[in-house]
């Protein structure tokens, strides 16, 4: 029996599986491009879902820091009922039903009992606090700008896992390429050893070998199709939809040269990171702290403003009143704490500086860290497209060799190995650029 309170959350699940479906339903022939790959996933991702509700939660605080400007209205009701002497005759006057008979010693010191109903309207208008309202204020408006850079921040991480995972996806699939191709090759290499076999031109250890070699890249065909799996459900997770949902991608990784200077990147960087602009609003709202801790020392004027209604009865406004109050009040000693307050926010500003700092030059690390292997990988490239064209060459002469009985197979298995690490190296080469690029802009603050 299906349980009732578990409808809504399947019904949600199916509907954002529906939902992702419907968003995704003319990739499968056309292919999922990255750009649509970065706009699912900043439409379904549940991390930035979070750092929305960050964002939200911050202007809130906006609202709420306002509250030290304006008047709190409040209405009560209290009911009593006492025989005590003093409460008793407070009531009376209250209830504004004194009489001669209620000066009498008896009556005063051992009076009925009596039922009072209480309305009250007070009103509180702070007039000064020493400027605690006001940076309440500009503390809550810098964690809220904070809140949008962090937001953004995670935005771009979001952007680069998509990025990540969509370029590891192709480089699993060029793998799994690589693999089918070395498979035909291995196959195509035990077919000639079985010919030269049976015509007497080679040993049978020749064969086996060939047969060994089969068998060790069909292994490799099946490692790289789970390869495919994988990185599919890992671009799945990182656009933030279910991990079994099936599309097709049809773009090629290509090479990305550097277009800017290093020196030009860093700058840009310490302008633009945003989680370095949130750290520095943060220590700037940290240094806004000692100035909200010393407003403690300052005296506080607050106006005040009641009406009450006492009768015996609760529909009943028998006795009217109201008082206008203003109360200054000055902290003179609190031991210590206040001190204490203004000593910790200090200490909290001089670690935000020191935090802010060291982010700034982990920054810069970051970018010199992704600038070099863009370079290197570039380099990488060159190298290992030649060294592709050369083993490819290299195999070719060596199974023609064979084929005359010029060189024993042991040749061609190590020609058909060097094929297979110079293809894979030169993808691996061909991500590495790619996500090295992808880096390097996440870096700078620009993705």
């Known amino acids: 029996m299906i349980s009732g309170k578990h409808i809504p959350v399947r019904a949600a699940a199916l509907f954002a599986v529906l939902l992702f479906a419907a968003a995704t339903s003319g990739y499968a022939a056309e292919g999922l491009t990255l750009e649509q790959a970065v706009d699912v996933a900043l439409k379904s991702n549940p991390g930035l879902k979070a750092a929305d509700a960050e ?5 809130a605080g906006v609202l ?11 209405l009560s009701e209290t009911y009593s009922r006492t025989n005590n002497p003093l409460m008793v005759f407070g009531a009376k006057l209250n209830q504004e039903i004194v009489s001669n008979n209620d000066f009498d010693p008896l009556a005063i010191n051992d009076p009925e009992t009596i039922t009072d109903y209480n309305t009250r309207l007070s009103v509180i208008q702070p007039v000064f606090n020493g400027g605690r309202a006001y940076l309440g204020v500009k503390q809550a408006r810098l964690h809220h ?5 962090d937001r953004e921040r995670s935005r771009q991480e979001t952007v680069y896992n998509v990025v990540k995972g969509y370029y590891g996806l192709l480089l699993a699939k060029e793998y799994r390429r690589v693999a089918l191709q070395s498979l035909a090759t291995s196959e195509a290499n035990v077919r000639l050893a079985e010919a ?8 049978q250890s020749d064969l086996l070998r060939a047969k060994v070699q089969l068998a060790e890249v069909k292994e490799m065909a099946t490692r790289a199709e789970n390869g495919v799996q994988l990185a599919k459900a890992a671009l799945n997770f990182a656009m933030g939809v279910p991990q079994s949902s099936e599309y097709e991608i049809e773009c090629r990784l290509s090479a990305r040269n550097l277009s800017q200077n290093l020196d030009g ?3 840009e960087a310490l302008q633009k990171r ?4 949130a750290m520095n609003m943060n220590r700037r709202n940290a240094a806004m702290g000692i100035s909200q801790a010393r407003t403690e020392y300052v005296p506080t004027l607050n106006v005040m403003a009641q009406a009450d209604w006492h009768s015996s009865d609760p529909a009943g406004d028998d006795a009217k009143s109201w008082a206008v109050m203003a109360v200054l009040q000055w902290n003179l000693f609190d031991g210590l704490v206040t001190r204490s307050n203004v000593k910790e926010a200090l200490a909290t500003t001089e670690r935000m500086k020191s935090l802010e700092e060291q982010m700034r030059s982990g920054v810069q690390l970051q970018v010199r860290e992704a600038f070099y292997r863009v370079a290197e990988s570039v380099g990488r490239i060159a190298a290992t497209g030649t060294s592709v064209q050369e083993a490819e060459e290299g195999l070719r002469i060596v199974q023609k060799r064979y084929e005359v009985g010029m060189t024993n197979f042991v040749d061609v298995l190590g020609a058909e190995s060097a094929l297979i690490r ?8 061909l991500y ?3 996500t090295a690029h992808a880096e390097l802009k996440l870096a700078v603050g620009t993705l």
């Not at 030269?196 to 040993?203: C, K, M, S, W």
């Open 55 to 59: 964002v939200n939660a911050a202007q």
């Open 64 to 74: 709420r820091s306002r509250s030290g400007f304006l008047p709190k209205v409040t």
């Open 145 to 149: 700008d904070a809140s949008l850079q």
């Open 196 to 203: 030269r076999y049976r015509a007497g031109a080679v040993l």
């Open 265 to 267: 990147l860093i700058e």
């Open 274 to 277: 945003p989680d370095l602009l």
């Open 422 to 429: 110079a293809r894979t190296n030169a993808l691996q080469a």
């Open 432 to 434: 590495d650029n790619n």
